[in-house]
């Protein structure tokens, strides 16, 4: 579920069902320390250098990292509206400069939760560009699709932990 929204720009977006409540959820977003245990990004890259500032969490969080296969860049929450929204923007350096905007929205749905991860941003010339050989949405969309999978079962995993 994406494209272009106009030939300028571009949006990446992938939802799941998480059976559990967004409460139980949030954290795991707007904390860039627990993205280790759900993104398959800090997967990718095994010697891949991290730096944290600002608070640990919520606005004003922000995390750098500095790899070989993940390029290097750095995100920081702009807004964190628990438990339902967080905007980050994201900004790569290498392989390539882009400056983009994330967002996690956490709608409830009976007892449990629809996660939405989006990306959206500019539509570079070089963007375009690579756009003639591979498509934005499959190759970050699968990834999308991978970390939201790694967040539901870490999620329900704690959920059922907490109900036993």
Same mark, same amino acid.
């Given at each position: ?5 106009? *030939?300028?720009? $571009?949006r %990446? ?5 998480? !059976? &559990?409540? &967004? =409460? &139980?959820?949030?954290?795991?977003? !707007? !904390?860039?320390? *627990?993205?280790?245990?759900w993104?398959p ?5 095994? %010697? ?11 606005k004003?969080? @922000?995390y ?7 390029g ?6 702009v807004s ?8 980050? =923007? /994201?900004?790569?350096t290498?392989?390539?400069? @882009?400056?983009?905007? *994330? +967002? $996690?929205?956490? +709608?409830? =749905? #009976? ?9 959206? #941003? ?5 963007s375009?560009?690579?756009?003639? $050989? $591979?498509?934005?949405?499959? /190759? %970050?969309?699968?990834?999308f699709e ?11 995993q704690?959920?059922d932990?907490?109900?036993?």
């Amino acid at each position: 579920m994406a494209g272009p929204l106009n *030939a300028d720009t $571009f949006r %990446v977006e992938r939802s799941i069902a998480i !059976d &559990a409540p &967004a =409460q &139980a959820i949030f954290p795991h977003i !707007d !904390d860039f320390h *627990a993205w280790g245990a759900w993104s398959p990004f800090e997967k990718r890259d095994p %010697v891949l250098a991290k730096t944290y500032s600002g608070p640990a969490s919520g606005k004003g969080a @922000a995390y750098a990292w500095a790899g070989k296969k993940a390029g290097s860049g750095r995100m920081e929450i702009v807004s964190s509206e628990a438990p339902r929204k967080i905007v980050i =923007q /994201l900004d790569f350096t290498k392989p390539m400069t @882009a400056h983009n905007t *994330a +967002e $996690f929205t956490l +709608e409830p =749905q #009976g007892a449990g939760t629809k996660v939405t991860w989006a990306m959206h #941003g500019p539509a570079t010339f070089m963007s375009k560009m690579m756009g003639l $050989f $591979f498509s934005m949405d499959k /190759l %970050v969309g699968a990834e999308f699709e991978e970390g939201l999978a790694s967040l539901k079962r870490l999620a329900e995993q704690k959920a059922d932990a907490v109900s036993a």
